[in-house]
């Protein structure tokens, strides 16, 4: 998964108190264009990105967030790579990837791979990689996704801390071939396996990492077109061209910096001055009356993207106070989405009404029905019908180095207003220290979470984020219908059947909320007037292969 950071930004300049004075008003999810009006540019040069505080260190199948992902996606090479228009899976590394029953797959790989270390990229680093990411005590945050390779479960913890070794080490149900070639098999037919294979949890490792993945970390070796170069921490990450990439989603560029801003505002401001090339988060302030638009004349862009936000419950170990399904219905109807969205946004972002983004195949309108309609009576009774809220105020978190405190102080006041119960949101330093406390399960109360799809499937949005155990599982949420769904549609070899029972699956979420949607994104960019090629991915990204300086 990719937990975002950058997608959902607000308005510094609006109290949260006015916001919701405003009449009710409809959101867009907004358009436009996806890419800068320029293209071509010159081979060679230096850009420079916002970037943000990677969670860990930068270990592919321990990386589950945008800040460390987006520099991981410039490093490495997978099996696949998706194409950055429509997020179709295109052939990488692999040659061909083939199977008659969807269970069992033989992947040949193209030779002439190197790692930046000089190494060739064989088969025996894919399985070598996806071993290491499955078996429990590497606590690989990304494991979860090795989950549906036969043997997955042989090389679980029995318990939390893992205080007995997995009755194996290894995925049966993977087998090195030769040095090009190797197998899958899964526990059960997986339709849309191939498809998968693009996120970074699948990326190959180099034999030297399993000597010292810790220090791996600190300066990982991909198989991409861009190199690591170096990591100051809160400061910048540097990358450089790889001279023997031999994959063709090269670009032109010869240096990449990402710089750690504190603040959207900021990186905004040293766009506007030349100081930074790329933003891809805009601040509230600026999107109020379209004034990015005049702060970057005909270098801004903007496009849908397979992004939701979301508010997620505490699980109901660390905070049983929101166990209840209708304290977590009430608060969701007590939330003005459109009115929030119009006064801070501007209306370039569309109320959620259930929990998978529009832009991938087997999206289902209204799957949330009433719980994600603003009623203030409805809500109100609701949660007297569950008894009231017997946990004094209610909080809201969010990390603080992004531009997150208007629009949850805003949904506070919403709730507080139609509910009658305090609610406050509650800062954390930055992200790395939120989504930390959150891994821990030390997080009480509400806190925001955000889902950038880490491949083009309404599975996506409902497996790795609320099935039983899955890795980003924020909430400890458990129902074993909707794993039953889950599992039976990943079985079917029909599409169409397939996101049928994925969107049965989705309804039951309506009956739990585990988290409430609130709003699908629109990513809008905006860059110097050094570059040219700027490019929005169809995940929200930016697409390094186009981006150049120009001419």
Not at 2 to 11: A, D, E, P
Not at 44 to 58: K, S, Y
Not at 345 to 372: H, I, L, M
Request: proline letters at 5%; hydrophobic letters at 35%; glycine letters at 8%.
């Amino acid at each position: 998964m990719r937990g975002i950071t950058r997608t959902v930004t607000m308005v510094a300049g609006i109290s949260a108190a006015a916001l919701l004075a405003a009449a009710c008003g409809g959101g867009d999810s907004g358009s436009g264009n996806n890419a800068s009006g320029g293209g071509g540019g010159k081979t060679g040069g230096a850009v420079t990105v916002r970037g943000c505080n990677p969670q860990n260190t930068l270990i592919p199948s321990n990386t589950t967030e945008t800040c460390g992902g987006n520099v991981l996606d410039a490093i490495t090479a997978k099996l696949v790579h998706y194409n950055p228009e429509n997020a179709a899976p295109e052939n990488d590394i692999a040659d061909k990837i083939e199977t008659s029953d969807n269970q069992n797959f033989t992947v040949t790989l193209k030779k002439g791979y190197k790692f930046h270390d000089g190494t060739e990229v064989k088969a025996k680093n894919f399985v070598d990689a996806w071993n290491y990411a499955a078996y429990g005590p590497n606590a690989q945050s990304s494991g979860y996704f090795m989950e549906p390779i036969e043997g997955f479960a042989d090389m679980q913890c029995a318990d939390e801390k893992c205080t007995a070794k997995p009755k194996a080490d290894k995925l049966t149900g993977l087998a090195v071939k030769d040095d090009y070639t190797f197998t899958i098999k899964t526990s059960e037919k997986v339709s849309n396996m191939p498809v998968r294979l693009g996120y970074s949890a699948f990326s190959p490792l180099p034999d030297s990492f399993f000597s010292d993945p810790k220090a791996f970390g600190e300066k990982p070796i991909g198989a991409g077109p861009f190199k690591f170069d170096s990591w100051a921490k809160n400061s910048e990450i540097k990358l450089s061209k790889f001279a023997d990439y031999s994959g063709k989603f090269g670009g032109k560029l010869d240096a990449i910096t990402f710089k750690i801003y504190q603040d959207d505002g900021a990186a905004y401001n040293d766009v506007i001055a030349n100081q930074l090339d790329v933003t891809d988060s805009i601040p509230s302030s600026a999107m109020i009356d379209d004034k990015y638009k005049t702060d970057l004349p005909d270098r801004n862009a903007q496009r849908a993207v397979g992004v939701i936000q979301t508010i997620t419950f505490a699980p109901v170990k660390t905070d049983p106070n929101y166990a209840d399904p209708k304290i977590r219905q009430a608060i969701s109807m007590a939330i003005d989405r459109a009115t929030i969205i119009k006064q801070i946004f501007n209306n370039t972002r569309q109320p959620a009404t259930g929990w998978v983004s529009p832009v991938v195949d087997g999206y289902k309108a209204n799957q949330c029905g009433e719980w994600c309609t603003y009623d203030k009576a409805k809500a109100k009774a609701k949660l007297d019908e569950a008894g009231g809220f017997k946990g004094g105020k209610m909080t809201l978190s969010y990390n603080a180095d992004a531009d997150h405190k208007p629009w949850t102080e805003a949904t506070c006041n919403s709730i507080k207003g139609a509910l009658g119960v305090d609610c406050v949101a509650t800062p954390v330093v930055d992200f790395a220290t939120f989504r930390s406390q959150i891994a821990d399960k030390k997080m009480k109360g509400m806190f925001r979470t955000g889902w950038q799809m880490d491949y083009p499937s309404i599975e996506n949005f409902l497996a790795p984020i609320y099935k039983t155990g899955a890795s980003s599982n924020d909430g400890d949420y458990s129902n074993p219908e909707f794993d039953k769904l889950l599992n039976e549609a990943a079985a079917e070899s029909d599409a169409a059947a397939a996101n049928a029972k994925y969107q049965q699956a989705e309804a039951l979420l309506a009956n739990d909320m585990p988290s409430i949607p609130m709003w699908y994104s629109t990513a809008t960019f905006g860059w110097s007037d050094k570059v040219t090629g700027v490019k929005i991915t169809a995940f929200g990204t930016i697409d390094f292969s186009s981006l150049a300086l120009k001419s």
